[in-house]
């Protein structure tokens, strides 16, 4: 009997993958509620890049969960650790600072693990880190006004919830539209949030009669402030530039929407690209420890297809 | 406050001696913030700006109205907020459900309005009967159906946004943009709902009951008042209510998202206490939500319009505001 299924396993082995390891190997996913549009898109690639890999893979097994807050995040990596006996940790930090000692023990046990998106607070922790390009995510935004204001004019900015993430992205936005005569009015916080955007953006058309362009900086915040907008009368005065690539923008930038021109990535499939990345630790040769960095991308027109994701929630 | 009150006579109306404070500090506290708005932004009285923040306050506001009668009963609803999130999002899911058979018609958007407010009735009727029927704490039952409603929103959008067909929301939007004779409907909406409220409040058995039961409720059970009944409908009102906010909100951006609606209990009690209305039952004031609901919306509106502090610093001045509200009143009170 023992020799039949050394022959099964060995065939299997040779059939599915040429390079693969014989024990199976369990990967923790420790990911935040889907609490906002982002969120759900990052839960949704999440599910996705587990099932599949499942699928692909034999030996490999997943535990996906979700927190709604840091310390029930903390509570789940524990679980894991100690019921699951996990070989790999992927960890989208709720918060960079709560997670770092809980993680770093993990990390200290042998086990592998992968930061997602929001760093750790202290360096050197993690085997692998991938991450969007926040500074980059400003910057290309930038540089689309700076190409689409030749003449300079006047703009207002949402901002999102403060953090080092939004700070990040607006200094790379300011420093890409320096001498370029475009003339910040406004800076004030929508949140990330539809109501509060949409509050926000009222006010600042109240204020100022003389808007050329908003960069809403969300996808999420442009929905609020195309709504004032419209309320407004002021539709034809202005554009506007969200960010991330929410599914209902990519598809007004494909329609080529005058208000909507462009669109910057800033992809919640991320999430997938670190799951994958870490099972390729366990099932080939291939290096994959380091920092992978995730450029953010312009969406126009031409290119908006390969963006357009419509199973997605985001 | 521990005289039973069984004559109508709400407690805090004692006899006025020169300018009451607990009256008029509300009051104060608002004309101040409209000076300081015309002081430091010459748009502030413009008709577009005060129509933006008259119909952003009515969700807010017409909740509030409703927890006014909660909070005076004795009671607390921390569910309103998840609780529009959640009918927001029942709404777009049967208006789209109903599309295909109905069509783009306003029959439609009525089934929507149907449903707001039926699932507004049953939301308040389960708290309701939760506190009175099962006993437990009005605090402890709402903290946990506002979990529920949260995730219940969450799970129906599949943790994205549930967004109403594209048609569809053209055809409702004019429910929270347009009007009559220039006032906003939101707006229309609100003044109704706190006009009947300020009525039933003063002149009703309902309302005369409320504060009784909040005063104390051995009393009020001992002079024959129906307190399990009397509780329960405050909280059925208050489920309507949200009913009624959700039907202005969803016209707006046409969307609900589990981030809809965050908060908005704590706006809501807030400007209920800053009206004047006691945390801990007993004496409700309807027409002092209302300047409470404008004080907090027009703080934001003010912070937005003006570069004077940071912005980091929005919910402080706030809290601060909050806090001289309340103070004011409060003074006169302490030293009678």
């Excluded at chain 1, 953010?296 to 290119?303: A, D, G, K, Q, Y």
């Excluded at chain 2, 409320?210 to 489920?239: M, P």
Aim: proline residues 4%.
């Amino acid at each position: 009997m023992k020799m039949k299924y050394a022959f099964a396993a060995a065939g299997l082995a040779l059939a599915a993958a040429p390079a693969m390891a014989q024990e199976t190997a369990t990967i923790g996913v420790s990911i935040p509620a889907a609490t906002h549009g982002w969120a759900g898109g990052m839960n949704f690639h999440a599910q996705e890049a587990v099932d599949r890999l499942e699928e692909t893979y034999e030996n490999l097994d997943f535990v996906l969960t979700t927190a709604s807050d840091p310390s029930k995040q903390v509570s789940d990596i524990e679980d894991m650790v100690a019921t699951r006996n996990i070989d790999a940790l992927v960890v989208l930090p709720f918060e960079s600072e709560p997670l770092t000692g809980p993680v770093a023990r993990v990390a200290e046990n042998g086990t592998w693990v992968t930061v997602v998106d929001r760093g750790l607070a202290q360096d050197g922790i993690e085997d692998l880190y991938v991450a969007g390009d926040n500074p980059g995510f400003g910057r290309v935004s930038g540089e689309y006004f700076v190409e689409n204001m030749p003449e300079g004019g006047n703009i207002v900015v949402l901002r999102g919830i403060p953090t080092t993430i939004d700070n990040e992205r607006v200094e790379g936005f300011q420093q890409a539209i320096e001498g370029a005569g475009i003339e910040i009015l406004a800076m004030e916080h929508g949140n990330w949030n539809r109501d509060d955007a949409f509050t926000v953006m009222q006010d600042f058309l109240s204020k100022y009669p003389d808007i050329d362009a908003v960069w809403a900086s969300d996808d999420d915040m442009a929905v609020g402030a195309l709504a004032a907008i419209e309320q407004a009368g002021r539709s034809d005065e202005m554009w506007v530039l969200g960010g991330a690539g929410m599914k209902e923008m990519v598809q007004r930038v494909m329609e080529e929407d005058e208000m909507i021109p462009a669109d910057v990535t800033y992809p919640p499939a991320m999430i997938a690209t670190a799951i994958e990345l870490t099972a390729l630790n366990f099932v080939s040769n291939a290096p994959v420890s380091g920092d992978f960095i995730i450029g953010s991308v312009l969406i126009t027109p031409e290119n908006a297809e390969d963006f357009y994701y419509p199973d997605s929630p985001f | 406050m521990s005289v039973a009150e069984t004559t109508g006579k709400p407690a805090g109306a004692a006899p006025r001696r020169g300018i009451d404070l607990h009256v008029l500090g509300p009051l104060v506290a608002l004309a101040v913030l409209v000076v300081i708005g015309i002081l430091l932004n010459p748009n502030f009285l413009s008709y577009a700006n005060i129509t933006n923040v008259l119909a952003r306050s009515a969700f807010i506001g017409i909740i509030a109205v409703g927890m006014t009668f909660v909070i005076t009963a004795g009671g607390l609803d921390l569910s309103v907020g998840s609780m529009a999130a959640f009918i927001a999002g029942l709404m777009i899911l049967v208006m789209n459900a109903a599309l295909p058979f109905t069509g783009v018609s306003v029959l439609t958007i009525l089934i929507g309005v149907a449903t707001a407010l039926v699932a507004g009735l049953v939301a308040g009727a389960i708290n309701g009967l939760l506190v009175t029927k099962a006993g437990i704490e009005a605090f402890i039952v709402t903290l946990g159906t506002m979990g529920i409603y949260r995730s219940l929103v969450t799970w129906l959008a599949d943790g994205g946004t549930l967004s109403l067909d594209f048609d569809l929301r053209g055809l409702y939007r004019p429910v929270y943009y347009d009007g009559i004779l220039g006032v906003a409907w939101p707006i229309i909406v609100f003044a109704v709902v706190a006009l009947l409220a300020e009525i039933a409040m003063r002149h009703t058995a309902f309302g005369r009951h409320c504060a009784a039961i909040g005063s104390n409720e051995q009393v009020a059970r001992y002079s024959a008042v129906h307190v399990d009944r009397a509780r329960t409908a405050t909280y059925v009102l208050l489920g309507l209510l949200v009913g009624v906010a959700t039907i202005m909100y969803v016209p707006r951006l046409g969307s609900a998202s589990s981030s809809t609606g965050v908060l908005w209990e704590l706006e809501a009690i807030a400007a209920v206490i800053i009206g004047g209305t006691m945390l801990k039952g007993g004496f409700g004031r309807v027409w002092g939500t209302v300047v409470g609901v404008l004080i907090l919306s027009l703080i934001g509106n003010i912070l937005n319009l003006t570069d004077l502090v940071s912005p980091y610093l929005n919910g402080a001045i706030q809290g601060v505001i909050i806090i001289l509200a309340v103070v004011l009143q409060r003074t006169k009170r302490a030293a009678r």
